[in-house]
């Protein structure tokens, strides 16, 4: 899904919409009203991105999402397109404004045909099936046409939500239709975002049906991040020094796995951390001092040498490559003892899981993964990845940290109950070490003194920005090259100097 930040910042659930939606109606907007303008704004959509198409099939439901694809057929057959409907919910069984929106494009001619497996498909595609009120798996007939419409390889626009995914947790239910444009109304819906949600929706369009902004609900279920709502580090004096933007220390890297640890010195270095140490095996310090010599790196062996380095920090990055062994459990407990700001990451968290080592009681931030966000509640990745916004709130409860559960829609959660998502990001960030930066540039950002909520939301969303940007070379996006793309970013969007 293409992330546009001229995109309303709220997301809520499919109940908050609904909510809206009836409140729209109360304040006097007939429902189908707002169901023509829902129809117009797909209708503008669908031309927009298939002006030559001429033809359509529209496939609906029985609910107010088949309500909307009748309109746009009707809206079709009097633009001279040709156009079909297969009804694969029974057309007997709409009712209200979905019924009225029938009855209209029967009036004008629509032709109405019965779904079957066999029906054959042509045009655009106009996914009007089963809306945001799914609860369950997608059953008969629906799945079947579902299937079909993947199948065909023909453009699809799905209105409002692609059918089949879930517009809260972004979870495919069985099954669901991959659009290749997404038209959703009033509110953006968090499922559009997350999870399996930007593979299934394509290009995102959002279109508010010119709702009174003062009826909007006023909390949202989550925020998403852009440029020009992030929060920002203040410009530096010009009488600036190095004992002003805080002392970062970086735990880890135990045999063989060096480059981690010093992938997310190097960040914070280069995020703007007044000093930053290291504390590694002894083996690696000579590659670090070679590669960044600016770094303060030492050699531990043991909980007391750690102890004393971690006196003059400020803040604690703590985990990447640390591994799971009898030396990393050593230093990563004695970090847990220290009040200091902190950053866990990579096999701290692992350790935190498996009980082997206590959390930080002071301000902290935790940044696992879908499958080391399963090992810290208890549960199986599948089950953190069915409903990833509940995941990660309950991270943060349980751990009384700021949480970055990773991934798609990578999400910030706050133990006070607030909620962030970022939509950018690329697939050739996949791959190793991209954590490790992402952890470094927390500790910058927590070393200058910005909240740790606020530094998880501005680290989140320039790593992702840099990797969306760079990704666009291709694969094999070294995490390494992530490093001067951040310091960009952040120097454009918080300057140095004012």
């Known amino acids: 899904m ?24 109360a304040a006097g907007t007939p429902g189908f009203e707002l169901m023509r303008r829902a129809a117009h704004a797909a209708w503008r959509a669908l031309r927009r991105q298939w002006p030559d198409a001429g033809e359509v099939t529209v496939l609906a439901g029985h609910g107010n999402n088949a309500g909307d694809g009748y ?16 009804a694969v919910g029974d057309a007997s069984r709409l009712s209200g404004d979905a019924a009225s929106a029938h009855g209209e494009a029967r009036a004008v001619g629509v032709d109405v045909q019965a779904w079957s497996d066999r029906a054959e498909l042509r045009g655009v595609l106009v996914d009007a099936l089963l809306g945001t009120g799914l609860g369950g798996e997608v059953r008969e007939p629906y799945a079947s046409a579902i299937a079909a419409i993947n199948a065909s390889g023909l453009p699809v626009l ?21 659009a290749d444009l997404t038209v959703t109304f009033i ?12 593979d299934q929706c394509g290009e995102l369009v959002f279109d508010g049906l010119d709702a009174d902004p003062a009826l909007l609900p006023e909390s949202s279920l989550a925020r998403r ?11 530096r004096p010009k009488a600036a020094h190095k004992g002003l933007f805080g002392h ?19 960040s914070a270095l280069r995020c703007g951390a007044g000093l930053v140490s290291l504390a590694t095996r002894a083996v690696h310090v000579p590659a670090a001092l070679a590669r960044r010599p600016e770094l303060m790196a030492r050699g531990v062996s043991s909980s007391a040498e750690l102890l004393r380095l971690a006196e003059r920090a400020d803040v604690l990055v703590v985990g990447p490559g640390v591994g799971r062994d009898a030396w990393g459990r050593v230093l990563v407990s004695a970090a847990a003892s220290l009040e200091r700001r902190q950053v866990w990451d990579a096999d701290a968290l692992n350790l935190l899981a498996e009980e082997r080592v206590a959390r930080p009681s002071g301000d902290w931030v935790i940044t696992p993964h879908p499958a080391e966000a399963a090992r810290l509640l208890g549960i199986s990745t599948a089950e953190v990845q069915a409903d990833r916004p509940k995941a990660a709130l309950a991270l943060a409860q ?8 990773k991934g798609v829609g990578s999400l910030i959660a706050s133990p006070d109950g607030r909620l962030a998502l970022c939509d950018h990001g690329h697939p050739a960030m996949a791959g190793a070490g991209l954590g490790d930066v992402l952890s470094g540039i927390l500790g910058a950002l927590l070393a200058q003194g910005l909240p740790a909520f606020d530094a998880a939301c501005l680290a ?21 090259d992530l490093i001067p793309a951040v310091r960009q970013l952040l120097e454009e969007l918080c300057p140095c100097l004012n």
């Open 187 to 198: 509110g953006l819906k968090l499922g559009l975002f997350t999870a399996q949600g930007p």
């Open 71 to 86: 309109l746009i057929a009707a809206l079709a057959l009097r633009a001279g397109w040709r156009v079909r409907v297969l």
């Open 460 to 480: 989140v969303w320039l790593h992702a920005r840099a990797g969306e940007s760079l990704g666009a070379q291709g694969r094999g996006l070294a995490a390494a």
């Open 398 to 405: 349980r751990y009384q940290a700021v949480a970055v559960l």
């Open 225 to 235: 991040l852009a440029a020009a709502s992030l929060p920002c580090l203040a410009a």
């Open 158 to 178: 799905a209105v409002d939500i692609p059918s089949g995914l879930s517009a809260d947790t972004g979870q495919v239910l069985g099954c669901a239709v991959n």
């Open 2 to 25: 293409t992330a546009h930040d001229d995109l309303p910042l709220n997301l809520y659930s499919a109940q908050q919409v609904r909510d809206l939606d009836a409140r729209l109606i």
């Open 248 to 266: 970062a220390l970086v735990i880890g890297g135990d045999t063989g796995m060096g480059g981690a640890v010093l992938l997310a010195a190097e």
